[in-house]
C-alpha cells in the first residue's frame, strides 16, 4: 500500500483545512514564527507568548519566559485572572525572553 491511499485523498491542504476548522488561529503561521525564532534564538535562549499558541514554543525548540504558555485562564472572568496576570507579567519581566511574540487575534 502506498503512502497516497494509506492516508487517503485530500483536496484541500493542511493549510486550508486548518483555516476551515480555525478560522483565523494562527496555527499555520505559526510553523513559520516559530523557525524564524529557531534561526534567530540560542537553544539556551527563551521567548515569550502573549497569546494562545502553546505550538510556538514547541515548533520552535525553545522555553517560555513564563509557567503560563496559553493565556485564556487569565483572560477568563474568573476569581485569580488578575493575579494571573500580575504573576506572567513579573515571570516575563525578570526571565527578559530574546523576543516577545503577540497574537493579536481576537480568539487567541
Known amino acids: 500500500m502506498d503512502q497516497q491511499n494509506a ?3 485530500f483536496e484541500v491542504s493542511a493549510v486550508e483545512a486548518s483555516r476551515m476548522v480555525y478560522r483565523k488561529n ?3 503561521e505559526s510553523v513559520r514564527v516559530a523557525e524564524y525564532l529557531r ?3 540560542d537553544v539556551g535562549d527563551t521567548i515569550a507568548v502573549l497569546g494562545s499558541e502553546p505550538q510556538i514554543y514547541f515548533y520552535s525548540n525553545r522555553h517560555s519566559a513564563t509557567g503560563y504558555i496559553y493565556t485564556y485562564g487569565l ?4 476569581f485569580y ?5 500580575d504573576e506572567m507579567i513579573r515571570q516575563i519581566e525578570s526571565a527578559r525572553p530574546k523576543y516577545l511574540i503577540f497574537i493579536g487575534v481576537t480568539s487567541s
Open 39 to 41: 534561526d534567530h534564538t
Open 75 to 78: 483572560m477568563e472572568p474568573q
Open 81 to 85: 485572572a488578575r493575579q494571573m496576570q
Open 7 to 9: 492516508v487517503g485523498d
Open 26 to 28: 494562527p496555527f499555520p
